[in-house]
């Protein structure tokens, strides 16, 4: 290509969506995202390691635990002392074991201890009949579920074979004239707005010429992406291109539909029958539950109304939500934000919904960690699902109403609403929410949970309707366990519980001791043939309860999938450059392994994996994993009631059983709450009290709830004055509770003291006064450190600090190597959470704060030239999943300051150095792997494994066939595969998209453009 290509090229390079580039704004995310919990030996007297000690931070953009600071429990508790006798006993085994190294040799196949609970061969392995029943299904659709319907479509023209087309639609209509033709005809008028429609009627006036070269551009682009598809996928399966030319003329009568304003837009709940078919394909979804019906023909969901929804888990929420999505995106033709709690969490429905966005013409957007584009880009027909954490949420809404783009959100979905009366995490939802609230009227709301009580509350602040249902699909029984009884729970009992059985277990004296909790019987009357989630306090907690039980199960667990297994360990070993975690490597032998926040995500995502195919049964988790990732069980033990010293809160209970007895997995589900005498009447008030009360932490959370709230209220000028303002707060949560909350104040006396709290920081200044008003009437707006703040989304508490740092840097910044820059770029909040080990810091009186950034900052710097988080990682003795804590941190602080600076010319030398350290701190990797690590769910290792199989490329991975994937990479299942592809290809047309966009752009006229007319008038 000539220099025109070239430009392409560069600005296609420029274009990353998802990563942070220097040009594109990057992440004007949450301050500081990574978290780790305090590994901290529990009891007293038991061995401590010389490990930094690391916190967990309040808030984050997190895809961390739910429950913050749990890592240690009463010093006396009998917990604590159970632990205790653990870690003696397994002292002794485990340094042994840990000298032994780090290859597979000597895994425990051979091991001999004392076992209980041999099992009969898996013969009845019904979960593992389910999931690889849904495999298949998949396999038998073959290669073509993921050719791009455009491309599907390309080759349908081609063909030119309308007259089988015209008997196979009629096949396919007849089915779906089968298929609930009610559900449409009971399908109350609705509200289809109809300004979104795609017919630009100014394009029309367009010169002709002009037009075919514009054309010829994009003929171009798009033939050479053709040809890619058809050169790696030739076949083509008949009813596939069918089904495509179905959806086209579905979706171009949907189209027509809105232009003649009749209500009827398709056969599946407005829907394209497609979207009926993909759920069955891709999820195993053949018919809605009732109860999904009923919400979704819900007379105020057809007008719009703001709805939240409360059912138990695992009573299909997420369904109804998806389907309003696309009916926003497909048919109403607006964009989607869905808010999810964590970032795991959002890369797992981003890789779910990649593929919907493929067969049906949207795009999925991913706001979590690093990714996300602020504001984000305007695309030119397709429609955008945003699919974001929290504080990416946030940044996202307040992006664009500084655009004044905030109309173009049709809809707001926010899963576990419950959230919002969590903390600084809670504060920053209420914000996002009640500012949609404010500045749109035609944004429609849509919150579900499953632990919802105080919900009247809820529905005030979001002025919504409520639907509830105490549907569950699949049974959940709870019972308790004291001591060798276990109890079922029963609300009609009189103390809420009925005797259910004894425990028949016979155990050794060894065994009694190790394990007074029975945990190895209860375990092992489920596993290996089904899977077994056990909840443990803390993280140390995990570790030890998974070695226990695996010195304690029979050899016969070894031989079971034994193939899979050594593979799950020889992939551990491979994505993470030949290390492997000695308790890993005990453990998985057995089909036993522990998951908590101390793993990396690499590793994290590799043991679901494993879990979710059966291949693993067991894991010992903490309560991460209750609120995080889709992990379901037969039976789910909870080994204490408490989540660190903390007692259970109901919600918590809720959330961890429910893992039990998931639809299309399970067809029974249980929880067993081991218990100690002296619990057992806050435990006899767990199981009975109603869910917790959701409370406001908006003024709760000064720094990070309402100052933030108020310097972004006014630089986005979205209310300036004292009035409007108050007016703002009255629509909060907090001013729905403000009667509860903070009786002794009105909310204007709170509205006017944080004002004058952020005035006289310099945050804020006061507009002119009007003498003949009282003082109170002043307006605001942002002074400049203010507005560096606001857009750096840098926590208030440091703000002033990093001023004086960054000034500090101007006088003398050192540039002979990146330390400095690290320096001023390593997260505050994260100082106050480590201890370093070094000799200097005890005996020297010096500001603990400066010190421990500067020790972190070292971290960094070896983490930067090594790339390499195991070796660090053992360099400093911090846990792994810390130190890739601290990277992502420290990333996504670098792209804040960096905006910080770009606001004040004073610090304008910053700007070009730190563009730079954010690319270095963003990926930490070889720069050949980035390109792949774009996609959704490639990390590190798994982008090192592809490019070595020949995917050295965005473009490579897109035009890959899953089915050769599987069998040139080690480890990755089809789903896996699958979504690689799919998230490869969405991201692929979002930047084709983004060029042709460019292209019309450079072609368009300036609309400024001086005409004849006005020059020949101008002259005369
Ligand atoms: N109509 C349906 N038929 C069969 N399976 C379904 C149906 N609806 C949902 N499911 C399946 O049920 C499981 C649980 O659904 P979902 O994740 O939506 O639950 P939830 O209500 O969001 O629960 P939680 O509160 O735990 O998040 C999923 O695996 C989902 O695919
Ligand atoms: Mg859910």
Redesign the pocket.
Known sequence: MDEAGSRLRRRVSVRKRDRPSPGSGLAAGSAAEPQQEREEEPGAGSRRRRTAEVQPLENGDSEEDMFGDYDSFAENSFLAQVDDVEQQYMQVSERGKRAAGLSTEGLPWESGATAVGSFAASETDEPVRNRSRREDVSAELGILDDVPSSQVLYFENARNSADDLGSQCTEERDWNASSPKTLNEELPPNSIEQHQQTGDSSSKVRSGSEENRRKSLKERLKSAMTGNARAQTPVFSRTKQLKETLLSEEISVAKKTIESSSDDLGPFYSLPSKVRDLYVQF???????EW?HTCLTLKSVQERKNLIYS?????????VAEILMLQELLCRRRDVLMILPYAAIVQEKISGLSSFGIELGFFVEEYAGSKGKFPPIKRREKKSLYIATIEKGHSLVNSLIETGRIGSLGLVVV?ELHMIGEGSRGAILEMTLAKILYTSKTTQIIG???TLNNVEDLQEFLQAEYYTSQFR?VELKEYLKINDAIYEVDGKAENGMTFSRLLNCQYSDTLKKMDPDHLVALVTEVVPNYSCLVFCPTKKNCENVAEMICKFLSKEYLKHREKEKHEVIKNLKSISGGNLCPVLKRTIPFGVAYHHSGLTSDERRLLEEAYSTGALCLFTCTSTLAAGV?LPARRVILRAPYVAKEFLKRSQYK?MI?RAG????DSVGESILILQEKDKQQVSELISRPLENCYSHLVQEFTKGIQTLFLSLIGLKIATSLDDICHFMGGTLFGVQQKILLKEKSLREITVEWLRYLTGKGLLQKDAVDKSKEEIEYSFHITKLGRASFKGTIDLAYCDILYRDLKKGLEGLVLESLLHLIYLTTPYDMASQCVPDWMIYFRQKVDKDIVNRLYLSFVLYTLLKETNIWSVSEKFNMPRGYIQSLLTGAASFSSCVLHFCEELEEFWVYRALLVELTKKLTYCVKAELIPLMEVTGVLEGRAKQLYNAGYKSLIHLANANPEVLIRTVDHLSRRQAKQIVSSAKMLLHEKAEALQEEVEELLRPPSDFPSVEASSTEKA
């Open positions: 999820k195993g979804i053949e018919k809605l539950y999904q059912l138990p888990t695992s009573g299909g929420k997420t369904l899963d579900m949970s499953a699909p889709n959330q429910g998931r639809a299309g997995i």
